[in-house]
């Protein structure tokens, strides 16, 4: 994925946002994901759809142990980060679309306590 920032953009992003993103846990709203990871037309049943999705995350996982601690991933607006903090946006990326989905789906959201 190519960054979508400027040098000095990424800069501010990584001193300002993204440290009150994983205090808060919240990402704000109106953020945009870069147009190569929106979804497109759903064409997987949701068993099938989840079952994909767990499967990449535990591929992303095994990668992401087999490299150093000091290994660092780049996001496209926040540029290089180092595992931990990826590790951390992550998560609060997932908790950000299970509350889109709660909130689509009544409350019924797969896999939500």
Do not use: N
């Not at 037309?41 to 000091?70: K, T, Y």
């Amino acid at each position: 994925m190519s960054l979508r920032t400027k040098w000095w953009q990424r800069v501010l992003l990584r001193s300002v946002l993204l440290p009150r993103i994983l205090r808060t846990g919240r990402i704000p709203p109106g953020a945009v994901a870069p147009r190569e990871l929106r979804p497109g037309p759903i064409s997987l049943e949701q068993a099938a759809q989840l079952e994909e999705l767990r499967s990449e995350a535990v591929r992303f996982d095994a990668e992401l142990g087999s490299r150093p601690a000091s290994a660092r991933l780049t996001h496209p607006y926040f540029g290089r980060l180092d595992a931990a903090r990826v590790l951390r946006f992550c998560a609060v990326h997932t908790d950000h679309h299970a509350r889109q989905l709660e909130r689509y789906s009544g409350g019924a959201a797969a896999g939500r306590s």
